[in-house]
């Protein structure tokens, strides 16, 4: 499937201030004031988002060792999964929601509930799993999943020729997410309590998520909301081959994907390097995924969404399959992969959003195309990590890192094979 063959719909909009008044305009504009604002509050929210999320390797390290010692990793991997699950997971009722008119509801909703789990983490105590759990795994992805999609949905109503370029920049707050609140949180704990180190960077994040609030943009088709179920709508999403195979392949990627963020941290000071310095390994890690996101995306607008992913998938798993033989066991060897996995990490993942606006043909349905892959690819994203956790576990005092990084490495290998069916 050629990347000059997918036609957009031209649409008539208005802003949600305007649905009832009747108020249209032609979008998309490919820039402006509103655009621009629209693309800066979609930054921020990615940043309180997934940036957070991609933080995660912070609390497995420290609840492995720490705070939940009487847990194997497989089950605080649960955490992070299920938080990743339920961000992505209820995708397929927002999107709909989306495409219905109800951003603005759900960008605030969400980020109550958002704001409101963080401070209620930092109030859990140790050895208490099930209080981790339902902040941080179910309280806090439940506000993301309002947050998440929305934010990546609406960059496709104001942009159509760098609508790659516009959300490439947009994911880079997930990248600097995932440098600064690693550190934030590793520093803080070492000058006062990990439970204040929460808090210091909720307020963060509610300060962030406000500003988003008051600064995006949005419009919507015709004049009037649409109804929130449409069945005839998901059969048209359901008969789409390319875009179901596309998905397909994207799920299994999803069972390995975040390996690198959830345990690198844990993996390098299992290796022997200095903690003060495998603390790092995360920020590392997503300022690589900065120009992963940036530069593939641009070139993506000129030479094609496909001619990207597919060179993005196939350099994880090699980086990937390269730990299988030979163990990193100093700094260099550390930030080297950091930066290269979190580069052609970041590249996939960007890209993604971007694939599926390619693949809609009728614009006022994006939001029930990204929240179907979104669903699909949680469900599988809820799986990975305790795979992989699992997998890690062995019957002696030690992690067997090879069957977990073996495992990560294939799950790379199906959806490059279905971007090549589908591409040639």
């Not at 704990?189 to 600064?215: E, M, Q």
Request: hydrophobic share 45%; aromatic share 14%.
């Amino acid at each position: 499937m050629s990347d000059t063959n997918t036609n957009t719909t031209e649409r008539t909009v208005v802003s949600e201030g305007d649905v009832e008044k009747g108020a249209s305009r032609t979008s998309p504009t490919d820039g402006g004031k509103n655009a621009w604002m629209t693309v800066a509050g979609s930054w921020m929210i990615q940043f309180c988002t997934l940036g957070y999320i991609s933080a995660f390797g912070v609390y497995q390290d420290y609840y492995t060792r720490t705070f939940l010692s009487n847990k194997t990793p497989s089950d605080i991997s649960w955490i992070g999964s299920f938080q990743l699950f339920m961000q992505y997971a209820p995708g397929v009722f927002v999107g709909r929601a989306f495409d219905a008119g109800y951003f603005r509801s759900m960008i605030l909703i969400g980020t109550v509930i958002q704001v409101t789990s963080m401070f209620m983490l930092s109030l859990a105590r140790p050895g208490q799993y099930y209080q981790v759990f339902l902040a941080q795994a179910l309280g806090s992805g439940l506000g993301q999943s309002l947050l998440f999609l929305p934010s990546l949905s609406i960059i496709g109503h104001h942009f159509k020729t760098r609508r790659s370029t516009a959300t490439g920049i947009a994911v880079t707050g997930a990248s600097f997410g995932g440098i600064v609140w690693p550190i934030m949180l590793n520093e803080l704990s070492r000058v006062t309590s990990f439970d204040n180190a929460i808090r210091s960077t909720a307020a963060l994040a509610t300060v962030l998520l406000v500003c988003a609030n008051l600064g995006m943009r949005t419009a919507y088709q015709g004049s009037q909301r649409r109804p929130l179920f449409e069945i005839k709508v998901l059969t048209e999403v359901l008969k789409d081959t390319a875009f179901m195979v596309s998905i397909a392949g994207a799920c299994f990627v999803c069972l390995g994907l975040f390996f690198p963020y959830f345990y690198l941290q844990l993996y390098a000071i299992d290796k022997g390097i200095d903690p003060n310095l495998a603390f790092y390994a995360l920020a590392i890690l997503n300022a690589g995924s900065i120009l992963g996101r940036l530069l593939p995306n641009f070139f993506a607008d000129k030479i094609g969404i496909y001619n990207m992913l597919i060179p993005s998938l196939a350099f994880t798993s090699m980086l990937l399959f390269t730990l299988v033989g030979s163990d990193i066991t100093n700094v260099p060897a550390l930030v080297a992969f950091a930066c290269f996995y979190g580069f052609f990490s970041g590249s996939y993942y960007s890209l993604i959003p971007s694939l599926i606006c390619q693949l809609t043909t009728n614009m006022s349905d994006l939001g029930t195309r990204m929240g179907l892959a979104f669903t699909c690819v949680g469900v599988f994203m809820l799986c990975g990590s305790p795979l992989d956790g699992a997998l890690l576990h062995s019957n002696t005092a030690t992690y067997d890192w090879t069957r977990c990084i073996a495992f990560c490495g294939v799950s790379r290998n199906t959806e490059f094979s279905d971007l090549l069916l589908i591409e040639f």
